[in-house]
């Protein structure tokens, strides 16, 4: 397996910028991840999300879900195309599953009213 290829200072930088600005996006649904940001702060954004995406409950991915906002969670923010470079084939796989996962447990369990046919 692959570690990640090799991106621009520039790309790491965005990727820095927008990991922070999750805290504001969390903050806007009246959830404040205090070490979230401070995490990120003290790591970098890209050293944080190599770090968080394999350890569970940890990225607010649950939070993000219950707002039907998924696409801001970290691990979808790892899968977008400009930032892929900077994570390895593992951390890539592992976001995908998260977010494959958690949006299985959240419609488990909920019927769905299916149009029956009437003779």
């Not at 965005?14 to 806007?28: I, N, S, T, V």
């Not at 991840?33 to 954004?45: E, I, K, Q, S, Y």
């Not at 944080?48 to 991915?61: E, I, Q, R």
């Amino acid at each position: 397996m692959r570690g990640p290829r090799s991106a621009s200072p520039a790309v790491e930088a965005r990727f820095h910028k927008e990991m922070m600005g999750l805290y504001d996006r969390f903050a806007d649904l009246g959830f404040r991840p205090v070490l979230l940001r401070r995490f990120v702060l003290l790591n970098g954004g890209v050293a944080a999300a190599k770090d968080l995406v394999f350890k569970p409950g940890t990225t607010g991915l649950e939070r993000m879900l219950d707002a039907g906002t998924p696409e801001f969670s970290m691990e979808a923010l790892m899968l977008r195309p400009e930032y892929q470079s900077l994570f390895s084939e593992l951390e890539l796989k592992e976001a995908t599953q998260r977010l494959a996962s958690a949006a299985r447990s959240r419609s488990r369990g909920r019927l769905q009213a299916q149009p029956t046919e009437r003779k």
